[in-house]
Structures are given as C-alpha cells and as structure tokens.
C-alpha cells in the first residue's frame, strides 16, 4: 500500500471509514473489518465522537488491541451535534476534556489525527490551534487537522497559526467524489495548494452510488445503507443515477469498474493523502485497496469531467 504524508504522520493512500461500527455493524463485524484493513495494508482509521454516539471509538478500540502500532487513529470533535448549548468546538478547554472522552473510549494514550469536525466561528483561530499544538508538545496527539473548513478559514487560521509561532493545520477534510467538485471550484485545493495542506475526502463513493449498486430503474436493493435512509435524497436522483449509467459504460470500455474510478479518482490527485471509505464486510475492504491500482491519465480525468458536468454544474448553480 502507497503511503502519503499528512503533516507529520505517514497514512496509507486508502483508509477505513468507521462510522459504520457501533451502527451498521457490531463489535465482532468490526473486528473483522479492521483486521482485515490491517492485513490489506491499510493503517489510517478515520472515526469522531459524533459517530454512533461514540460507539465507534470504542469498537475501534477494542478492535485495535494488539496491533495499536500498526494503526494511525484519526477521530474528531466538535460537531454541533455533539456540542451542549453555548459550548465552542474550539474552546481550548473542551477540546482537551473532548480528547479524554475519546482516549478512554479508544483505549489508547494518544491520537494520531485530531481534527476539529466543524469550524467553529467564535473561537479565535489561534486559541484553538495554540491549544493543538500544546496537546501535540505535550504527546496526546500526533498531528491535527480540520475539516468543512472554506478556502477563506483555512488562509485565516495560516495567519493566526503564524502570528502565534505554531503550525497551522495540515490537513483538511471534506467532500470530495467523481461527481461532487466543490473543493476544485471554491478554492479549497488552491489554498491546499498554497498553504501545503493535506486533503482527505469524505464520501467518495457517495454514499454507495459510486459502487454501481443503485442504478437507473431499479429499487435500492434491500439492506444497503440508502435504503433506509432519510438522506437518500442529496446522493441519489434520476439525472445522477443516468450520469452513473454512462460513467458504467465508460469505466468497462477501460476495463475497470465504476468502484475503481471512485477510489483512483482520488489516489491519483496529488493532494489527496488518503481517501477514506467506509466498509462493512472484509471483501469490500478488499475492493477498495485493488481499485487503488489504476492510475488515471489526464485523458482520463478530462473525459470523467464531460460525463459528470451536468451534474456538477446543477449542484454548483
């Protein structure tokens, strides 16, 4: 497995989305999953508090015993929905009661990847990464990071990260898929670009469309996660299932499926770190490290663009 440097930390070029455990499976799937991620190369575990109530952290945990060190753990805080009224995300003091919750519920000394879930408007920039590079000097966490952040607030918080005399965050996450472009035109990859930021999606198989198991036509099949869900709306409609059907088409005429457009899409951008995608069974996480393989020409990348345009220009309208 291809490993990419994220500040300091060296990830593996596919990672393990793990807000399904807690949720979508149980600790003895999890433990299968993980293990599985492990043997495949895998080393970079992305979870939050928020998940599953923070049953995820703990499964993670537990899942981890006995190859802590093979695994780079990155969660999260301050999500909104995690946050009691008039509390900030990135409050000093509650970021480090945060990390304790999350240490113990992880069952671990340290993590990797600590990122802010959300930006966090009434916190001073560098209140919030004073207190992160504090907590990095101090060993409770390897790197930071942040994610949702605009092009605006990642330059603000470079400048009061400079003012103060410490690192401003290497990494940010946020969405990014084949048909979902917000990062290439609001200026988040410019300023990645220019502030020498790591870049880590989430949702790059939107939510399953990006596997080809929904198509134009066809009920969801029974037990996938959209079936079920309230949210099935902001992945999947007809103009986006038909715009999946050419891409299909497309990715056979190259030999390859639609899952490995989605995965290489990513490994083959020079900013990405690592794509993240979440997993439920060992045969999925199996998939995901093969479709890592192709590498995707300029040519590629400019005949993907012409099949999802229309797409992307009516989100962006």
Partial sequence: MERNALGRLDVSAVGLGCNNFGGRIDEAQTLVVVDAALDAGINYFDTAEAYSDGK???????????RRGEAVIATKWGHTMTLAEGERGGDPALIRSHLE??????????????????????????ETLGCLAELRDEGKILEYGCTHFTAAELDESAAAADSIGVDGYPSVQNHYSVLTRGPEMDGVFEACERLGTAFVPYFPLESGLLTGKYRLGEEFPEGTRLANSKRSDAF??????????????????????LLDL??????SHPLVASVIAGATRPEQVAAN????GWCLSVDDRS????IVSPVVRERLD
């Fill in 289 to 292: 490290v093969a479709a890592a």
């Fill in 262 to 267: 989605a995965i290489s899409w990513h490994t």
């Fill in 101 to 126: 919750a999350s240490l113990r519920r992880l069952g671990t000394d340290h993590i990797d990847h600590y990122q802010l879930h959300r930006p966090d408007p009434e916190t001073p920039p560098a």
């Fill in 56 to 66: 995820s952290e703990e499964l993670l945990g537990k899942a981890l015993a006995g």
């Fill in 236 to 257: 999947v409609d007809e103009q986006r299932l038909a715009v999946v059907e050419r891409l299909i088409e497309w990715c056979a005429d190259h030999d390859h499926s």
């Fill in 303 to 306: 005949e993907v663009d012409e």
